[in-house]
Structure formats: structure tokens, C-alpha cells
């Protein structure tokens, strides 16, 4: 096990350096000179060398490439050109409110998921298998952005139920920040009111987020199901008298539960994604929203840094989960 | 696993089932209109009639009408001829470029694999769309642009698929007799292990038009994709985002059609899968 994890560091750091250099070439291959996005459209010739000089844009590729590496151990992102600050900042600000929506998306999407997975798996072939199915694929196939304006259209211009975006209404008190997440804090702070003003606003962009994962998720359980309950120890259990519940539950369901987790992890970075769609549609202030608005100013410093934080967390996340699974699943050893 | 002939004589059976009978059906819709669709519509999909500007479905225009007076049904239309093109070319050279690394990792071994699968893994290791964002966003946004980064990000998942399939193949006693008999490498390649990859492969090909087109689209909405004037559905949503309190066909048609589209490649594909994993037949 010890030296399991020992190869599986390693390999991490391999693939840690890799993104920095699929990052770093990205950055280098932009149409604009980033000297001219520093110093801005109006800097004469003296000013843009001075900025090539200090940002060490004259010198060689790969010194270039090691003082990147050098500030992002010292987690210099590099200035955001929109915003003026450092880009870590941004991130660090933003960060916390997209937390907050994808643990309640991911939350919705488990808990419903794995119950419509169990149940099509003991129905198969029946109509709810049918249903569900065709439920699991429009869930795929429909596109984040669209569900959600029209979600905005109906909820909230013709019924009014949930509010139009944002994370809490004009005028309400933000509780004290000890998480980020206003519903938690709030909850911490005793402030009722605010925790139900931020859950009504969480409500719909989370729904919509959890579409898809919720999806893949129904469709992973049933497969993972079906392929365990085909296994002779399940007979076994049937044979023995044991109740359904606990057939189900505690043979079938534990059994399966290894790629269901590995799809948890990586739904996590579909999350990244839809995160970008959803809250700009909803006007949520996460890095999704940071992220399109730094496209759309063609931010460039923003972008390479998220991509690079995202990938990042993305990998430590996956990591967590293999190390579940092992945890998990006995049979599972190298 | 199913041999490549009987995966077409039993195709029938495939279509027992009503849901995938939907899937296949929705695809030849979209399909047909793909290449057929600029043959059969009314108006242009990109003359614009601004005394018309923003009119609901009617007679005249069944889906309404956009912001600068285009006929939407036109370029819903228009829009589907794009968004297949651009898939295909996508997963062809996705495809393409994974069986050939998949194979090469697969046969040879060794650090050869070591090296390629390392390198896959760092694609791997970026969220799909996050990477495909920054690619398009570094490159300038463009559909051109748009087709290049999604292949870039796209290829290593068939370098998976391939491979494990060709390290089990490895090991069957076909292969290692052609071996035995002197078959040359390329001729293996193509005419032993293609052909027993190929039903892993369309199936994953299949499920995946879906995805593709869908990113996109994605990419669009967030103006890195198809500029105006194209008729792009993700542009197409974008664009009625502004509008859509008081013209909700704007965007309810292109969705409308991303969403059919994607529906049909996935149920068609999740029933390809279905029916060649014989471990899902109880």
C-alpha cells in the first residue's frame, strides 16, 4: 500500500509539471503580445521594453517557463488585466460561492441518482427502467444553458417562485464568513431569515447543475447493480432467506459503490465546467461566472490560472477517490 | 465479447427495444436535415429582414423570427448541417489519432506505453471543457478554432478505449497465432485487431456525438465558438439570451434541436452499448 502510494505520488508530480507546460504553451501561443497587455495600447517602444524586461518576456523560453514555475509555487497567478489584481485573489474571493453550489448540486445529484440507479437495477426491463432511462439520457443530452434560461423564464418571470440570480436578495444581511457558504453561515449565525433568502437563490442553479451529474450517476448505479447482482454470492444471499433490504442494500448497493464513486470524482469536473454556464445565466459570483467573464475580456493571466487551479484540484480530487475506493474495496490492491 | 460479424447480423434485435428504435430515428432526422436541410428551407438563414424583427411563430415563420428579422427555422436548419460537420470532424480525427496511439501503447509495451500513457494522462487530467476553454481562448475564438482544441482535448479519451481493448485482444489465441506465422505488424493492425475494436469504438463514437456537439455549443454560448453571422445553435442561444423575456422562441427553438439531436445520438449509442455487453443481459 505504502509503496502503492509512493508510485502514485510520484506520478502526480509528473503530471503536475505536464499541465504547467501545457498551461505555460497556451499562454505563450495567444495572438496578443502580453507586453502590450501589460503596458497597455498606448505605451511607446520605451515602455514595452522595459515591461518585456521585468516580466522576462526576452528571455529565453525555457528560463521563461522556469520563473513561471517559480511563481506558481508561489501561487503568482500573474495580474488579471480586467480586474488589476493578482489573479490568485480573484480566485481566492470567487472560489467559495461555486463550492458552495457544486456540494449542493453534488448533494442533490447523489442522493436522487443513486436512488433511481437502485431502483431501475431491481425493475429492469420494467417501465420505470424504461422512464428512467430515457429520464438519464435528456438529462445528458440537454444543454446546462438552455435548461437554465428557460428554468429563469418560467420560475421566475411567469411564476415568480425563485428569484432571477444571485446569492441573496438586495438589502439582506450577509452573515459573518466563517465557511463562505452563505447557507452554512447563516445557519451558523442563527440568521433564519438569510439562511432561507440564500437557499431560495441556491435552489434553482443547483437543480440545473445536478441535471447531467445526476444523470450519469442514475445510469452508472444501474449498471453497477446489474453487474454485481448477476454475481453468485447475490443468489447466495437470496438463498439464505435474508430480506430484500438487506440483500440489497448491504450485499448488492456496497458492492457496487467502487465506480460509482469513481464517477463521483469525475463528475466533479464536469462540475467545473457546468459551473461556467450556470452561473452566468444566474448571475451566481463563482469562478464559473470569473471564468467567462475573463474570456470575454479576453483576460488571459485569469484564464491560464484557473485552468491551472481547476486541473489541479481536479487531480487531488480523483486522487481522494481512488484512495476511497481502495479504502472501500478490499480487493482492490497493487 | 461480440465478433464483428454477428454484431451486424443480430442488429436487428437492437431495434426491439422502443427507445432505441427513438434513438435511431431522431438521428436520421438529424442527419437528413444536415444534408439536405439547405435544400428544403423557406428563407435564408443569414439575409436579414429587420421590418420583421422578433415576430412569433406564424404561418409565415413557423419558428419565429430573431432579433435582426432571420428565419429561425432556416437557421435551426443551418445549424445542424454545422454542428454535425463539426462533430465528425472532431471524433474522425479524435478517433483517428487514439486507435493509432492506442494500438502503438497496446502492442508494443513496455515504456513506449509507459511514455504514451503518462502523456495521455496529463491531457486526462484537465476537466474536458476547462481545457478545451483555455485552447480556444488562447488560439482566438473561432469555430475553426473551436474544431482544433476540442480534437486536442478529445483524442486521449480513444487512447483509452483502444487500448485496453487491444491488451485483451493481445492475448487471444488468433492474434498471438498470426504472430506466430509471421503477420506483419500493419497487416495485424488492420486486419485483425480494426475490425475488433470497431464495435467498442462506434459505440463510443456514438455516445460521444452528443458530448461534442453539446461543448460546442457551450463554447459558443460563451462567444469562443462560431462568430456571427453563422447559425450556430449555442451562438443562437447566446444571442436570445437578451431577448428572452419578451421572444422565448429565440432561444427555445435552437435548444429545442441540440437537445433532439443529442437525445437520439445518446439513446442510440447507450443502446449499441447495451446490446454489446453481454454482462447487462440477465
Redesign the interface.
Known sequence: MGHHLARRFL?MI??LF??S???FS??R???ADPAILIAGPRAGAEGLAKVRQQYGLDLPLWQQYSRYISGLLRLEFGQSFSSRRPVIEDIVEFLPATVELASFALGIAVISGISLGIISAIQ?GGVFD?LS??FA??G????????A??A??LLY?HLGWLPFGGRISEGGTMPPAITGMLTVDSLLAGQLDTFWDSLRHLLLPALVLALEPLAILT?MTR?SM??V??ETYIRTAHAKGLRERTVVVHHTLKNALPPIVTTIGLLI??M???S??VE??FAWPGIGRY??WA??S?D?NA??G??LI??VI??FTNLIVDLVCIQIDPRIRY | MVSHKRFILNAKNLYS???NALGLLLVTIALFTAVFGDLLVPYSPIEMDLAHRLEPPSSLHIFGTDEFGRDILSRVVAGAKISLQAAFMILIVSAVTGFIVGCVAGLLGGWVDEVLM??T???L???????A???V????PSLRNTLIALSIVYWPNYVRVVRVRVLSLKEREYIMAAVCVGVRTLRLIVRHLLPNVLPILITQLTLDV??VI?SI??LS????GAQPPKPEW?AM?MD??NF??DS?WF??F??LA??LT??GF??LG?GLRNYLDP??H?
Open positions: 506520478m509528473l503530471v505536464g499541465i507546460i501545457i498551461t497556451l499562454s501561443v495567444i495572438p429492469q424504461d432511462r430515457l439520457i435528456t445528458v443530452s440537454v444543454p446546462a444553458f438552455w435548461i434560461l428557460l429563469q423564464l418571470q445510469r449498471t446489474l453487474e447482482m448477476n469536473g464536469y467545473m465546467g457546468g461556467i454556464l452566468s445565466v471564468s467567462a474570456i470575454v479576453a488571459y484564464i491560464m484557473i485552468t481547476l486541473a481536479y487531480l | 427495444n422502443w427507445l503518462r502523456v494522462d496529463m491531457f487530467a484537465f476537466p474536458t471543457f476547462i481545457l476553454m483555455a485552447v481562448s488562447a488560439f482566438g452528443g458530448y453539446l455549443s457551450a454560448f460563451l462567444g469562443l449555442g442561444i436570445a439570451r428572452i423575456h422565448w432561444a427555445a435552437p435548444g441540440l437537445a443529442c437525445i445518446n439513446l447507450d454482462r447487462l440477465t
